[in-house]
């Protein structure tokens, strides 16, 4: 075994506070997430509670939609004023997915989360089949700009940086 490469095996079992920021630490909230809604009777393990349309409800931990299934996005002003809401263009792997669930899940909540934030939710009345969904509203402009440096906008090839 060379030097280098003994010197690196050593440093990791010295510093094992790198390898985990690395992978990212557990219970980092960085990024875009969608969570469906669950029931109170699933393992609370795996459920979160979140106030929306006027009652207190549970959703999925484990999201549906996370910002690696993202391949394209494009901001837009809030209704409100305050910030911006986006929408967001699924890899052909994730189309599939969300068409499956929405389909299966209609009359139920999907949670928008942005940076362990929640920002908004949306009612499923009908299957998602075009790959595409939408925030509409909380997201801060320099949430947007670091969006912009990883994710390219809809129509584009690569991220603005």
């Not at 506070?17 to 969570?35: M, P, Q, V, Y």
């Not at 999925?60 to 263009?89: C, L």
């Not at 009345?125 to 670091?146: N, P, R, S, T, Y």
């Amino acid at each position: 075994m060379t030097l280098p490469r003994l010197f690196a095996i050593a440093l990791l079992f010295l510093c094992p506070g790198l390898t985990a920021h690395a992978g990212g630490k557990k219970g980092e909230n960085s990024g875009i997430s969608f969570h469906l809604q669950g029931d109170a009777s699933d393992n609370p393990k795996m459920i979160f509670q979140q106030f929306n349309a006027g009652r207190q409800m549970v959703f999925r931990r484990v999201p549906e939609v996370t910002t690696k299934d993202i391949a394209a996005f494009n901001p837009f002003p809030s209704r409100d004023g305050e910030g911006f809401g986006m929408v967001v263009q699924l890899t052909p792997a994730a189309k599939n997915r969300i068409a499956a669930v929405t389909n299966a899940n209609q009359n139920r909540w999907l949670l928008a989360m942005v940076n362990g934030r929640n920002v908004d939710t949306v009612y499923i009345d009908k299957m998602v089949d075009d790959g595409q969904l939408v925030i509409w509203k909380g997201i801060g402009g320099a949430e947007i700009e670091a969006f912009d440096k990883t994710i390219p906008r809809i129509g584009e090839a690569k991220p603005r940086r």
